[in-house]
């Protein structure tokens, strides 16, 4: 069955302290994103990944850096977590040029104290 | 700017009913537009995608239209079910961004009573 898994699903953390956010896929896709929601709003694009160390910032990349070493895994790392990071993070993967087949992991829930 | 709207905010409607939720987007230019299905604490499941100028779609007791002359996109639900209740999102594709950008709307949530 293909998905894009997400670890941890639930995640407190105190304010200044690391964060680190993983994402699997097994479908092989080269594309893979970060996104975040917040009440109210749309999600939002923290980075995409084009593949193996190429990465590119989105909309809202402040505060947040990436890490693919695998195909496979895409991590977000937040370094001295702040309060308004507390969010529900996405990560989704695609094909290259697949609009259409985008698919969503079920988030992390981050709430940073 | 939100470039993707949608309406209306919320909705109840009872078991069995029809509903259809409304999507009117300025993103230009416009590629394609998906709706999604969001469970309370789930991830996204699409439910159609529509690509052409004046397109339709249907995928069970889900029917979709998109006019991208007027960018304005409807989402129907026939017959709903309780598991019904969630938030739909629109979601529209931008081919001119390199970066393959997707423009989300902030969502409709419906909730079917019995």
């Known amino acids: 069955d293909m998905k894009v898994t997400q670890m941890p699903r639930y995640l407190i953390k105190r304010m200044g302290e690391n964060v680190l956010l993983e994402c699997g896929q097994d479908m092989s896709h080269e594309t893979m994103y970060w996104y975040r929601q917040d009440p109210g709003l749309g999600l939002q694009l923290i980075y995409i990944?084009?593949?193996?160390?190429?990465?590119s910032e989105g909309d809202i990349p402040k505060g947040y850096r990436v890490s693919r070493k695998k195909r496979e895994h895409f991590s977000l790392i937040l370094d001295s977590a702040k309060t308004n990071q507390t969010s529900v993070y996405f990560c989704?993967?695609?094909?290259?040029?697949?609009?259409?087949?985008?698919?969503f992991g079920s988030g992390t829930r981050l709430l940073v104290i | 700017k939100t470039q993707v709207e949608q309406s209306p905010q919320s909705l109840v409607v009872r078991q069995g009913e029809n509903c259809v939720l409304q999507c009117n987007y300025s993103v230009t230019p416009d590629n394609h537009l998906r709706w999604f299905k969001q469970d309370t604490g789930k991830g996204l499941v699409s439910l159609t995608v529509?690509?052409?100028?004046?397109d339709k779609t249907s995928n069970g007791r889900y029917s979709a239209t998109l006019d991208k002359d007027a960018k304005h996109s409807t989402l129907h639900i026939t017959a709903t079910l309780l598991d019904d209740t969630a938030t739909y999102i629109c979601?529209?594709?931008?081919?001119?961004?390199?970066?393959?950008?997707?423009?989300f709307g902030a969502g409709t949530q419906l909730i079917v009573i019995p």
């Open positions: 529509l690509v052409d100028q004046k």
């Open positions: 979601v529209v594709g931008d081919r001119g961004s390199a970066l393959g950008r997707l423009h």
């Open positions: 990944s084009y593949d193996v160390d190429s990465n």
């Open positions: 989704a993967s695609s094909s290259v040029k697949g609009w259409s087949d985008y698919t």
